[in-house]
């Protein structure tokens, strides 16, 4: 269990799917460790939003309308490094260029569910690592 100090490690969603979106409110939310503390559409609002809601874990897709994944990646690993970004995508390809802006994690959306469970949580313990 990835508890913090007796809480839920806090996950927000980005992804521009409605579907995927609340999918993945309900996945989180049904694990006792993880608390999903908001979902949102596009890049830029999901800037707007880490600022202000300061989640432990961004699962984020690189296709957003408004700034795509890496520019969030880029923008949260200068502005946010405590928000560990946990890459959600049909693209491959991109977990390379994603991890070099600071993303922890890549997770392919063709993998269980299970898989990006794992990444959150495993999120927290990269960090101790590098720590």
Same mark, same amino acid.
């Given at each position: 269990m990835s508890l913090i100090?007796? #809480?839920? $490690?806090? /996950? $927000? /969603? =980005?992804? *521009?799917?409605?579907s995927v979106r609340e999918n993945l409110r309900y996945l989180i939310n049904a694990e006792a460790d993880l608390e999903c503390?908001?979902?949102v559409k596009d890049g830029a #609002?999901? &800037? !707007? $939003?880490? #600022? !202000?809601? /300061?989640p432990d874990v961004l699962v $984020? *897709?690189?296709?957003?309308?408004r700034a795509d994944g890496v520019t969030v990646t880029r923008t949260l690993a200068r502005g946010l490094p405590d928000v560990r970004v946990v890459m959600y995508t049909l693209d491959d390809e991109i977990c390379p260029v994603a991890r070099a802006f600071g993303a922890v994690a890549c997770v392919s959306k063709d993998s269980p569910y299970e898989y990006l469970l794992q990444a959150i949580r495993n999120s927290m313990v &990269? !960090? =101790?690592r590098l720590a």
């Open positions: 100090d007796g #809480r839920r $490690l806090g /996950v $927000l /969603v =980005a992804d *521009d799917h409605p503390v908001g979902v #609002r999901c &800037i !707007e $939003l880490c #600022r !202000e809601l /300061v $984020l *897709d690189n296709t957003m309308p &990269i !960090e =101790a």
